[in-house]
């Protein structure tokens, strides 16, 4: 039998939390991106009451509903929508950057010892030196993969135990493109074949390729890397 303070018992107690972590995240993703049990537009129009205020209060806000796994293009459509293409998009970007700090601050609180522990020593040590060197990397081509979830993957990278300062500064680059993208097709809801929304989407298929090239790369320098050298034949 095993003993209550072995290495596997400890494993399984960190795989339940984990596990227990992923639950939650997929349930309130199926609550808000699935059932809707928040009004965006309800929300839109409190913002709007605020007057002056109102950038900062939906930068805020949508920070908030951003990290609870409301879909960031809804945010940023809205954002569009209120403050025009110009104010909307810096108004997308700071509720971005809050998005990734909230998510990845609440991942590594509730992850990070236990992805460590399911790693074992040697692989969490390995793993937090690469992402203190490329982390900042790591989150900035992660925002140009396309359809790949922001706040989800915040969550994850803090689990992982990137620093929050990589974490901030990286969903803020790579999040420039396609908040310019959503925001600019938020303010040409009421004519899509304006030359803003036009302009809009040929950035979005720009960022979308070089994304999914990148990802590609990524990927075969990877298996590249873990694919063991052929040893060399003996000598007769």
Not at 175 to 186: D, H, Q
Not at 197 to 218: F, M
Request: charged share 15%; hydrophobic share 50%.
């Amino acid at each position: 039998m095993t003993d209550e303070g072995s290495p596997q018992t400890n494993r399984w107690r960190h795989g339940a939390r984990l596990a227990a972590c992923i639950v939650f995240l997929l349930t309130m993703f199926y609550l808000v991106a699935v059932v809707h049990v928040i009004d965006i537009n309800r929300v839109r129009d409190l913002v709007e009451a605020t007057g002056p205020a109102a950038p900062l209060v939906y930068a805020l806000v949508a920070a908030l509903l951003g990290a609870i796994l409301v879909p960031g293009p809804i945010l940023a459509a809205g954002s569009g929508l209120l403050f025009g293409p110009l104010v909307g998009t810096f108004v997308t970007l700071a509720a971005t950057v809050g998005t990734a700090t909230i998510s990845s601050y609440l991942g590594r609180r509730a992850g990070h010892q236990s992805a460590r522990g399911l790693l074992g020593p040697e692989r969490a040590d390995r793993l937090t030196a690469q992402l203190d060197r490329h982390g900042l990397w790591a989150v900035v081509g992660q925002r140009f993969i396309p359809g790949a979830p922001d706040a989800l993957s915040a969550y994850t990278f803090g689990a992982l135990g990137i620093p929050l300062w990589q974490m901030a500064t990286g969903a803020l680059i790579g999040s420039t493109p396609r908040a310019f993208v959503y925001t600019a097709l938020g303010a040409s809801i009421g004519d899509l074949s304006a030359p803003l929304a036009y302009t809009a989407i040929t950035i979005w298929c720009i960022t979308a390729i070089l994304g999914a090239l990148a990802a590609h790369r990524t990927l075969q320098t990877w298996r590249h890397r873990k694919t063991p050298d052929p040893e060399p034949p003996a000598k007769p």
